[in-house]
């Protein structure tokens, strides 16, 4: 039997011509530098057929499943003009040595790209991605073969343009899409019609969001930056622009105007220049003004006037109520006014009331100008641990929180930084000589060098004169930390992390049945019914109340059998060699460097269970009294709005123990994986006083050597 390269029907050997389709196999030539028809991929899987697209990056193929028996497609990284194929063969060959190191950069990102969507393999608006793996010395993407055409060539095929109900059952599907890919973090950068496939064979508009080949990735450095003008907002003109969601948004109201119009909209660069773009509703008279409003926020040039999500984008669209965008202007214009006087008849009221207070206690709330030795610790995220270009290192991050402090109150830092694996080792020692610094990081101070730390009332009290209600976990305070010589600055939660099926190595992988929440160890087994998880050190002793005693009994038997080291468990995590990590929120960030688009994480599924204090800060009893003062201060400052804001959300070290900021900055900015865990705090209780971290580094030393 023989199989046509188009339809990939089969039919007797022997006819040249496709009897279902008539494709003539022998005379239907191509492009000499495809893949020649007929080609076995992925030793023998996937038999290659016609070409279906082309772009300067890629040729996409219909194919054929052997395994499956069904139509695929295969994109081929072929990035035109840099790469050339001996005619006749499959291998891709670099036109030039100077080429390269770009092409190389090129394919890695097409491997990010095809990790980038498998995520989405359940989601109905996004392509489904089933395998990606090398060969010929460059790159493939096995795909859906999506029924339909692009939505560029159906708006060509309807006449030029859209008839309102239909562009908005487009619309709809487009944002449908990108509600679940902006909740991973990844901004597509790229919608346009081209990109977008539309069936309406079956009586209902089906679509499918393709193409993530100029995506965006929280944590990873792309290559080659992308873009198509009159569809692109003016961000992704600066290479240092910020990328976000209301980046699409702008993208998909640029798409819906030329649906509706047939006309492409000015380009972003010209119209930030003079701004002639026509309201959609004047371009279209058929358009009600609340639904051009919509479109035309989309696209508004300032991000801040944009819908920043798509659920905001289709609510606006649905209720038709949306105001344009210079009545939007004004209205906000309004609100800070009346903001702002509200503030300032605050304020002087407090002023007045707080004047004689304020006088009679200046030298209790003043500072004198001073010097301070700051010791802190550089773990894994930061630069000097190997981090991306987008991290800060440990002092930055120190300079960040404390800036406005150190200048308000002529306090000198003079910061020294250590890095994660050798900090506990100098503070101990220098507790040892009792030459511990002013203040500083001391989450690894050993229990019996805590007599060298001053009691920290200073920062209890201007905390409790500044409502302790503000902070998370405070009234437990007391209890955690009895002698009140440690402040923690964030908190940890307990997170399970999950390799997605296709990163652990392509056409082997197998697919994670657990996607949690976790209730216990026996989720996490692989397709062959074997555990396959690793445990954070850090961690042990939290895991081990949280799932009982055998889980990490049961990850030393793991590590034995196989030859591991239970320190390890990062590296064999990321490695491949397990499918689930325990761990904490504190490698969130280490694992979008590490695993960009590979990774998703799960809660715990328990109503009640405790999290780890980090960050925990103190003050040397042997410093002077005005240097204790201003180093208690400091302490009280980091747990303030802005401090907060810079370690927790700016550098994602720990959520924010301050209310305001977790609640209404933090889970706004990580608000894909993590804002699973946000319904989960209420419920949750401290574990990292005093006793715990000390219960915990012993319960560690007694398995570190396993």
Not at 613 to 624: E, I, P, R, T, Y
Request: charged letters at 25%; glycine letters at 8%.
């Amino acid at each position: 039997m023989a199989r046509c390269f188009k339809c990939m029907k089969e039919y007797p050997d022997g006819y040249e011509i496709c009897p279902y389709c008539g494709y003539n196999q022998v005379g239907d030539a191509q492009n000499q530098y495809y893949l020649p028809q007929g080609t076995m991929l992925a030793n023998g899987r996937y038999q290659i057929g016609v070409v279906v697209n082309t772009g300067g990056f890629g040729i996409v193929y219909r194919a054929w499943d052997t395994v499956f028996d069904k139509m695929i497609a295969v994109k081929e990284y072929y990035p035109g003009g840099k790469v050339t194929r001996i005619p006749g063969t499959c291998q891709v060959v670099v036109y030039s040595e100077k080429d390269a190191e770009n092409y190389a950069h090129g394919k890695e990102d097409f491997l990010v790209e095809a990790r980038t969507v498998a995520r989405f393999d359940t989601k109905p608006n996004v392509v489904d991605v089933y395998d990606y793996f090398e060969a010929n010395n460059t790159a493939y993407m096995v795909m859906e073969f999506m029924g339909g055409i692009p939505y560029s060539q159906y708006i060509r095929q309807h006449g030029g343009k859209l008839d309102v109900k239909t562009a908005m059952a487009v619309t709809f599907g487009v944002l449908e899409a990108l509600k679940e890919v902006h909740k991973a973090r990844v901004i597509h950068c790229d919608i346009k019609p081209n990109n977008i496939f539309v069936d309406d064979s079956g009586g209902t508009i089906k679509v499918k969001l393709f193409d993530f080949g100029a995506a965006y990735l929280a944590g990873f450095e792309r290559k080659n930056d992308t873009l198509t003008p009159c569809y692109a907002p003016p961000e992704l003109y600066n290479t240092k622009g910020k990328r976000g969601p209301y980046t699409d948004i702008y993208s998909v109201g640029a798409m819906m105007y030329y649906a509706l119009t047939g006309v492409k909209p000015d380009e972003a660069t010209d119209r930030m220049q003079e701004d002639h773009l026509r309201p959609l509703h004047e371009a279209n008279p058929q358009v009600a003004k609340g639904i051009s409003n919509a479109v035309m926020r989309a696209m508004a040039l300032k991000e801040d006037i944009r819908f920043q999500t798509a659920d905001q984008f289709a609510e606006a669209l649905t209720k038709g109520n949306a105001l344009d965008v210079e009545a939007e202007i004004r209205r906000r214009k309004r609100r800070r006014i009346l903001q702002v006087a509200a503030t300032f008849t605050v304020l002087v009221g407090a002023g007045a009331i707080c004047a004689f207070s304020m006088m009679r206690q200046r030298d209790e709330n003043t500072l004198r100008p001073t010097s301070l030795e700051v010791w802190v610790m550089a773990d894994e995220n930061d630069i000097s641990a190997g981090g991306s270009s987008d991290a800060v290192t440990a002092d930055q991050r120190f300079a960040n929180m404390t800036e406005n402090f150190q200048e308000q109150y002529k306090i000198d830092c003079n910061v020294t930084v250590f890095p994660y694996d050798e900090y506990g080792d100098k503070l101990n020692e220098a507790a040892e000589k009792g030459e511990l610094p002013d203040v500083f990081d001391s989450t690894y101070l050993a229990s019996q060098y805590m007599d060298r730390l001053e009691p920290l009332e200073e920062t209890r009290r201007l905390m409790e004169e500044n409502d302790t209600a503000d902070w998370l976990f405070m009234d437990a305070y007391d209890n955690e930390f009895p002698e009140k010589k440690q402040m923690p600055l964030c908190f940890q939660m307990p997170l399970v992390y999950i390799r997605q099926a296709a990163a652990a190595g392509g056409e082997g992988a197998q697919e994670n049945e657990f996607s949690g929440p976790l209730h216990t160890i026996e989720e996490l087994k692989d397709s062959d019914n074997n555990y396959s998880y690793s445990v954070r050190a850090e961690d042990y002793l939290l895991y081990d109340h949280l799932l009982g005693d055998g889980c990490v009994e049961q990850y030393s038997q793991l590590a034995q059998d196989n030859g591991w080291k239970m320190g390890d468990a990062l590296e064999l995590f990321t490695d491949g060699q397990v499918q689930y990590y325990l761990s904490d929120t504190g490698d969130y960030q280490l694992m979008y460097e590490k695993l960009p688009g590979q990774f998703q994480v799960a809660p715990m599924g328990f109503d009640q269970y405790q999290v780890r204090f980090d960050h925990l800060w103190s003050v040397s009893k042997s410093s002077g009294k005005s240097k204790k003062k201003a180093a208690q201060w400091l302490i009280h400052y980091m747990l303030t709005d802005r401090a907060q804001n810079a370690l927790g959300v700016k550098s994602l070290e720990g959520l924010p123990l301050s209310a305001v900021i977790r609640d209404t900055v933090f889970f706004d900015v990580y608000n894909g994986d993590l804002l699973q865990i946000q319904s989960h705090i209420p419920n949750v209780a401290p574990a990292g006083g005093s006793q715990w971290i000390e219960e915990a580094q012993e319960y560690r030393k007694k398995w570190e050597d396993r």
